[in-house]
């Protein structure tokens, strides 16, 4: 669909059999590029076709057997039935007469939800060149190697140049790494991408890279604090450098780095997670030719509005007011400290925006997934929610938020959980230690990372009234083998697979399930029933093996949704209340 924003009028381009994914135009405003699924046949496991009783099938009858050769059968809030056989590909449209063409037919892929492994994209990005002549993109263009799995192969990508005019492919880069982007400058000459090289870690520490697009060498220009580059690269408009977006301290932040590797912040307070107060979350922003910058700001005490930086850097405009309903209700504010922790660990402290200085209140500790994730004090509704429920609540980044550098992040490596993370602990005791929070009435709250962190850390100390372990692996065996991802995460998150020698012991000493005969809180588990990057079944394991061991436990599972409860947000809600409702029941000053 087309919308001329001079008439406000909508006109429908064209009509596809499959949903157009990363349209990007091209500067001369005559092709939209899109990458679109182009469906296959799916195995069957038969040979010859069907049998000859299948002609008696009727509507009663049950359904066939699911039959599946290959590796990742489903990937998050994508149900195996709905992943659908083919391969992505390259398309281009005429935007006056909506005609579109296949550019590629190679049984590569293109961008898809499977190219989506944790925090990359590793293909599906089209960038094109300047005379309009061609398009690129990052991604792997080779077939994986027979025999047993590769885990290095499977992320190696390179940049690839696709000539509009026949679909002939040239490789551009030799980098034998990890590419997550590849954006061309408006002149033409460069080449900039995010990436790093494979060492097979947990968390790899993203980089800009530039490179000639004639080809060559690809120059790292790595942020001197070692923080995490966001994938969201834009070149400044006379191509001296590029623009990109980083957390550090709880902040979203909006930078500049010139070809010489020369950083320069240019403003915080870029936009962050409206839901549950993740720094940056799926932010990204644009450039306009003069040089102006549309991105979303955030502030702590509304919703992320649309502002526009000029091209000088001297005035943000902020253009909408979605949040101004927020004026007219009392919100929480959040007060920065650091714990004195050996990890010098960052938090935010929210006291419900009614309560006296000096009312002791109960403390809600809330913990980020990821776990290469950071909260930050912009507004989110989850934690002003339960605020405005009466809790003080807590939002710690311990060791592998980001934003602290690449060390922080790299604390974590193969050691989640670990001795470690009570840290945590001390970082809680430390805020009641400053008053106004009463001891006995502090509970624990986390999701994903979070979840599993929370079932660790009520396995080591029965320091917590009451807990909830939202959506967290409990026990990594089962885990990495029935993840959306099988062909990663027992590779990277963990040294190697299960079967791997020593390898038992590892995964077992790594999770909550091993020590949860010494729970003594009560718990709260909840999950998406449709959740595949942490099953419900890890879930429900730790669910039963709670009440066998006699521990007051619940569980809350969602019909229909994903990991993060994204696909219904009316399901966030009611996770929200029901967790208010498990602290208050478990309160110890209730009568």
Not at 131 to 144: I, L, T
Request: contains cysteine; glycine residues 10%.
């Amino acid at each position: 669909m087309l919308w001329d924003s001079a008439t406000q009028q909508a006109t429908v381009l064209a009509t596809l059999p499959e949903a157009a994914e990363g349209l990007a135009w091209s500067p001369d405003g005559g092709t939209l590029a899109f990458v679109m699924l182009v469906r296959e046949a799916a195995p069957t496991g038969r040979v010859g076709g069907p049998p000859a009783w299948h002609a008696l099938r009727t509507s009663r009858w049950a359904k066939p057997a699911r039959y599946t050769e290959r590796l990742v059968r489903r990937v998050e809030g994508v149900d195996a039935d709905e992943l659908p056989h083919g391969h992505h590909q390259i398309f281009l449209m005429d935007t006056t007469s909506g005609r579109h063409r296949q550019l590629t037919v190679d049984p590569f892929d293109h961008g898809s939800p499977v190219s989506g492994i944790t925090k990359l994209n590793l293909a599906g990005r089209i960038s094109w060149t300047p005379d309009s002549r061609y398009v690129v993109m990052s991604m792997r263009r080779e077939a994986m190697p027979d025999g047993p799995w590769d885990p290095e192969a499977m992320l190696a990508t390179e940049v690839h140049e696709f000539c509009v005019a026949d679909g002939s492919v040239r490789t551009l880069s030799r980098f034998k790494g990890v590419i997550c982007r590849a954006v061309v400058s408006p002149d033409g000459q460069w080449i900039a991408f995010v990436g790093f090289k494979n060492r097979r870690r947990a968390f790899h520490t993203c980089i800009v890279h530039v490179m000639p697009r004639a080809g060559g060498e690809a120059r790292a220009l790595p942020h001197p604090q070692g923080l995490e580059i966001h994938q969201e690269l834009q070149w400044l408009p006379d191509s001296s450098g590029l623009l990109a977006l980083y957390p550090y301290q709880g902040e979203g932040c909006l930078a500049r780095v010139d070809l010489q590797g020369e950083w320069s912040q240019i403003r915080g307070g870029v936009g962050g997670s409206l839901s549950t107060g993740y720094v940056m979350w799926m932010k990204g922003f644009t450039v306009s030719r003069d040089g102006d910058i549309a991105m979303l700001d955030a502030h702590e005490g509304r919703s992320d509005e649309i502002a526009v930086l000029d091209a000088h850097r001297h005035h943000t405009d902020v253009l909408s007011s979605h949040g101004s309903w927020l004026s007219e209700r009392s919100l929480a504010r959040p007060q920065a400290f650091w714990a004195p922790t050996p990890t010098s660990m960052q938090g935010w402290l929210l006291r419900p925006p009614d309560a006296p200085a000096d009312k002791t209140l109960p403390l809600l500790v809330w913990l980020h997934g990821g776990p290469y994730l950071s909260w930050g004090p912009q507004f989110a509704a989850v934690p002003q929610i339960w605020a405005s429920a009466g809790y003080a609540v807590l939002m710690l980044n311990p060791r592998g938020s980001l934003g602290y550098g690449e060390a922080y992040s790299d604390a974590l490596h193969h050691d989640l959980p670990g001795q470690d993370d009570l840290q945590i602990v001390d970082a809680v005791d430390h805020v009641v230690s400053l008053g106004g929070i009463d001891p006995a009435r502090v509970f624990l709250a986390g999701e994903s990372a979070g979840g599993l962190m929370t079932a660790w850390l009520i396995g080591h100390s029965d320091r917590f009234a009451a807990a909830a372990v939202i959506y967290g692996v409990m026990d990594w065996t089962s885990a990495v083998l029935t993840q959306d991802r099988p062909d990663y995460y027992p590779f990277y998150w963990r040294p190697a697979p299960p079967w791997a020698p020593g390898m038992q012991e590892d995964y077992w000493k790594r999770s909550p399930l091993s020590v949860v005969d010494r729970v003594k809180t009560p718990t709260i588990v909840m999950c998406g029933e449709r959740d595949w990057r942490t099953p419900m079944s890890q879930s429900e394991q730790y669910y039963a093996a709670l009440k066998l061991c006699g521990v007051d436990a619940a569980l809350a599972s969602f019909e229909g949704n994903n990991h993060g409860l994204e696909l219904h947000p009316s399901q966030w809600m009611d996770l929200v209340d029901l967790v208010d409702h498990w602290f208050q029941r478990h309160d110890p000053t209730r009568s």
